[in-house]
């Protein structure tokens, strides 16, 4: 395997150009099941499984898993705020240092697990509740300099989840364990 391949296990980010209401339900239901999926694969990994990188020069699946939880509660926060205003700009973050850092490299990953779990049903229960005028509000991102709407957040934060479970699931499949 390549290590495009590795580090996309399911392709890069979809940029759908229409988004339909069934799209949206569709992967509200799949962000809502992503942390009990991911439970049942990282719960069986021990200590040492947990410290292997997915593919050469990348995380390991414990930081994976912080990352998941840092991602998605930003994510989570850029909704809130696209909701309450107009168009704001939302503040970056490094995710490559704060991966580095004690609580990613070398904590358990049982409080980021829960993180995930109470974190998803308040998103999905905000999710859920959108509008359609609400899927089309927006959000700047600096870093990227694009504006995003919730819609098209939806659909990337979809992909996020499963694309984290794929490198961790890929490495599982392919170490054997």
Partial sequence: MDL????YP???APRPEHISADDIKKWIDEIAALPAKLRLVVGRLNEEQL???YRPDGWTVRQVVHHMADSHMNSFI????????DNPTVKPYEEAAWGELPDAKNFPVEPSLEILDGLHKRW????????EDDLEKTFF?????????????ICLYH???????????????????
């Avoid at 495009?4 to 580090?7: A, K, S, V």
């Avoid at 850029?78 to 205003?85: G, N």
């Avoid at 999905?124 to 509008?131: C, F, I, P, R």
């Avoid at 991102?141 to 957040?153: D, I, M, Q, R, V």
């Fill in 4 to 7: 495009e391949q590795l580090r």
């Fill in 10 to 12: 399911i392709g890069k």
């Fill in 51 to 53: 410290d292997t990188p």
């Fill in 78 to 85: 850029r909704f809130k705020l696209a909701l309450t205003e």
């Fill in 124 to 131: 999905v229960a905000l999710l859920a509740g959108m509008s």
């Fill in 141 to 153: 991102h600096p870093g990227y300099k694009t504006t995003n709407s919730l819609a098209k957040t």
């Fill in 159 to 177: 992909w996020h989840g499963f694309h984290h479970l794929a490198h961790i699931t890929g490495l599982i499949e392919r170490s054997g364990w």
